[in-house]
């Protein structure tokens, strides 16, 4: 069964510090993968999408992956207040299959 | 205006009454998706639309049915509402076109909040 598997959290890390998100998924042709940010209430916002083995950053956001281990991360420097939401992780094999998405991690960034 | 919007936002009703979601988008987006969520357990797919004529089951399509009216319209319909059906429910579209590194962003309506009682 296709799966992406998230730590549920909360993950709770001071301001200014680096937070880290991980996600891992089952299906190894897995070719898309995307990190949306949710507040609560709100609906998800794409954040950051990565299909390469590697690292992309985007200002305070890393995207890492890693096909092999069939894992990706994010991770956000200097994190803010208004950084705390729920960060939600999702792959797909391609622009012509759905995505599947993880249940979400919850992040706060406590001042 | 949004891009992306759902109507109603808040619907509260009935066990056993029929009610529709509405999507509608100006994106010109050609492909549309019904997510409910729930907490705990994510978002979960019912139903997709990759053109007019394309309709297709998600993860948890029994008791859901879907029509796709136009390109920018994709409406969801409780035949007979149940309680297990409150959620807060997601439409959202993307585009075909392939984008730089092959994958598809999708983008967000609102939400509808939904309680059957």
């Known amino acids: 069964q296709k799966e992406v598997e998230q730590n549920s959290g909360p993950l709770s890390v001071p301001e200014g510090a680096i937070a880290s998100l991980n996600c891992t998924y089952s299906?190894?042709?897995?070719?898309?993968f995307f990190w949306y940010r949710q507040y609560s209430g709100k609906s998800p916002e794409l954040i950051m999408s990565i299909y390469s083995n590697g690292d992309k950053e985007d200002g305070r956001f890393t995207a890492q992956l890693n096909k092999a281990s069939q894992y990706v991360s994010l991770l956000i420097r200097d994190s803010q207040p208004s950084d705390s939401a729920t960060y939600l992780c999702a792959v797909n094999r391609g622009s012509n299959y759905k995505l599947t998405f993880g249940k979400g991690t919850l992040l706060t960034v406590n001042p | 205006d949004a891009d992306v919007t759902q109507t109603p936002r808040n619907r509260i009703t009935k066990t056993g009454k029929r009610i529709m979601l509405e999507c509608s988008q100006t994106k010109g987006h050609d492909r549309m998706y019904w997510y409910r969520q729930d907490p705990g357990l994510g978002l979960r797919l019912i139903y997709y639309s990759f053109d007019v004529k394309d309709i297709n089951k998600g993860e948890i399509s029994d008791g859901y049915s879907v029509s796709r009216q136009a390109q920018a319209k994709f409406s969801l319909s409780l035949e007979s509402a149940i309680p297990n059906q409150t959620a807060l429910y997601f439409c959202a579209t993307s585009d075909s076109l392939p984008t730089s590194g092959g994958g598809e962003t999708q983008y967000f309506g609102p939400g509808t909040r939904l309680l059957v009682l």
């Open positions: 299906d190894r042709v897995s070719q898309s």
